[in-house]
Nanobody
Framework: QVQLVESGGGLVQAGGSLRLSCAASGRTFSNYVMGWLRQAPGKEREFVAG????????RVVDSVNGRFTISRSNAQNTVFLQMNSLKSEDTAVYYCAAGGGSSLFSYDYWGQGTQVTVSS
């Protein structure tokens, strides 16, 4: 079992930045692919970004490409999501996730989520 705790969400004006963090515990962090997904009100949860076990491979959804960056520190058991040039459509609950396979799009464990609200 992997426990995931997100932090760093909040209210920000359009064009601003936030950095989300997710601290993992319970299993060897470097054994897991990590990702961020989000769910806006009335919408399905969607993939935002994923990162491989070593951090050498990343993927982001087209709508955030060039604005969001995912990274990880295996020494700190933490994954980050740097969000720049935020838009109102980025408003959502952001979830950290961990996957035991090799796919950056498939996850087994989830955090409780952190709210990101972007005001226009």
């Amino acid at each position: 079992q992997v426990q995931l705790v997100e932090s760093g969400g909040g209210l920000v004006q359009a064009g601003g930045s936030l950095r989300l963090s997710c601290a993992a515990s319970g299993r060897t962090f470097s054994n897991y692919v990590m990702g961020w997904l989000r769910q806006a009100p009335g919408k399905e949860r969607e993939f935002v970004a994923g990162i491989s076990r070593s951090g050498g491979r990343t993927r982001v959804v087209d709508s955030v490409n060039g604005r969001f960056t995912i990274s990880r520190s295996n020494a700190q058991n933490t994954v980050f999501l740097q969000m720049n040039s935020l838009k109102s459509e980025d408003t959502a609950v952001y979830y950290c996730a961990a996957g035991g396979g090799s796919s950056l799009f498939s996850y087994d464990y989830w955090g409780q989520g952190t709210q990101v609200t972007v005001s226009s």
